[in-house]
């Protein structure tokens, strides 16, 4: 275990040190390659400009610029401006739907930049007591080495990019081994005054939370009403947790499952991981789920059917279903089945692409769709 404690705190970062050399090795062949090329021979213009485009996204893969995935909105100018002040100092802000502060590293190409989240009740305090506030959430950051590796790599998990993926599943095993190592018992009590009072109003389907709640402090207006719009869905999702009642297709603001899984960050209502994970892998499970057709008014067939048709105009859509879920079925799952129509090529590969196609357009819906294309 000694030897385990000396190591841990330096794994990341020999992952990272190993990534950038590989790329850098790669990118001086690439670039290399494309200046001795002959096909290049007539255009110099394209010597430089291919290596930097394929050493860019290659750098891409190992340093990319992330944008957090936890719940939270960017601070309007003037409550930037009224947190700068409080703190005499520019800190990069997220404000989120709790009244907690976290604080989190991300990496931002070599170097690690802090991301305060800041629960939108605490600005409503003394500015005096909110200063106090966020210096001290930033000095007790975890002083154990361990445990502020820990935080990072947590804040790594906490954003999502498309570029991600070489640190992904790094990212996940690391945070397994460390969680081992370390005791991450961080709860302290605290009042639950502001939860109870979101709760309340999620259950009178009152989704204005935060508006109502600065409403007497006007420069938090803004700020507060874009964090109830972004935060719309998931009050949906929640109240029908909380009411346990079965969303259907006719709801304006239909959640997607994916604000389940943000929903379980706030720590509003009693969500456990694993039950999360759960509904999780049985909504991604393509082979073996039963359904059960449901029937459409007309507006609702034409909006869906003429969204699907326009997007991919060679399919008929034949019916849609919803699955019949264990877990958390009061977050419905659709699955639309397509028939595409028949052409000279028609290949395997033509439906799969079909079905992606459709899969992208089906996305751009509220709620969670599935795309099922048959060829009969």
């Known amino acids: 275990m000694y030897m385990k404690f000396n190591i841990a705190p330096f ?22 390659q494309c200046y001795n090329s002959k096909l290049f021979n007539d255009s110099v213009l394209l010597k430089v400009i291919l290596p930097v485009v394929i050493i860019a996204g290659l750098f891409s893969l190992i340093l990319p610029t992330q944008v957090p995935h936890k719940v939270g909105i960017a601070p309007d100018a003037l409550t930037q401006k009224y947190l700068d002040k409080t703190v005499n100092k520019k800190l990069s802000y997220r ?47 975890p002083g154990n080495i361990l445990r502020r590796e820990l935080k990072f790599w947590q804040g790594v ?9 070489l640190w992904k599943p790094f990212t996940q095993w690391y945070i397994k081994y460390l969680l081992k190592l370390v005791d991450n018992d961080n709860c302290h009590p605290e009042s639950y005054t502001f939860d109870y009072y979101i709760i309340n109003k999620i259950k009178n389907k009152e989704f204005n939370i935060f508006e109502n709640y600065v409403s007497s ?38 959640p997607k499952y994916q604000d389940i899984c943000q929903l379980a960050s706030l720590g509003i209502i009693d969500l456990s991981p694993q039950k999360v994970i759960n509904g999780l892998n049985e909504r991604l499970e393509s082979s073996s789920y039963e359904t059960q057709l449901i029937k459409l008014d007309d507006a609702q067939r034409t909006r869906i059917y003429n969204h699907i048709t326009k997007s991919c105009p060679h399919v008929d859509v ?3 279903a919803k699955r019949k879920l264990q877990w958390m079925p009061e977050i419905p799952s ?38 099922v294309v048959i060829d009969k």
């Open 95 to 141: 404000i989120a739907p709790n009244n907690k502060i976290e604080v989190y590293e991300i990496p931002r190409l070599v170097w690690r930049q802090k991301i305060i989240y800041i629960g939108i009740a605490l600005l409503t305090t003394n500015q005096c007591v909110l200063e106090d506030i966020i210096i001290n959430a930033i000095k007790t950051q």
């Open 318 to 320: 034949v019916e849609v």
């Open 334 to 371: 659709f699955v639309i089945t397509c028939r595409q129509r028949k052409s000279f090529i028609d290949f395997n590969e033509r439906t799969r692409l079909i079905q992606k196609q459709l899969q992208i357009a089906a996305n751009s819906l509220n709620g969670d769709w599935t795309i």
């Open 157 to 165: 998990e906490s954003v999502s990019s498309n570029s991600f993926q």
């Open 217 to 254: 402090r006007e420069e938090f207006t803004n700020i507060a009403k874009n964090l109830d719009k972004a935060c719309t869905d998931i009050w949906v999702a929640v109240h029908a947790l909380l009411t346990n009642t079965e969303l259907t297709i006719s709801e304006a603001n239909l």
């Open 11 to 32: 794994i990341g970062r020999i992952y990272v040190l190993c990534c950038t050399i590989c790329a850098a090795i790669v990118s001086g062949l690439v670039a290399y």
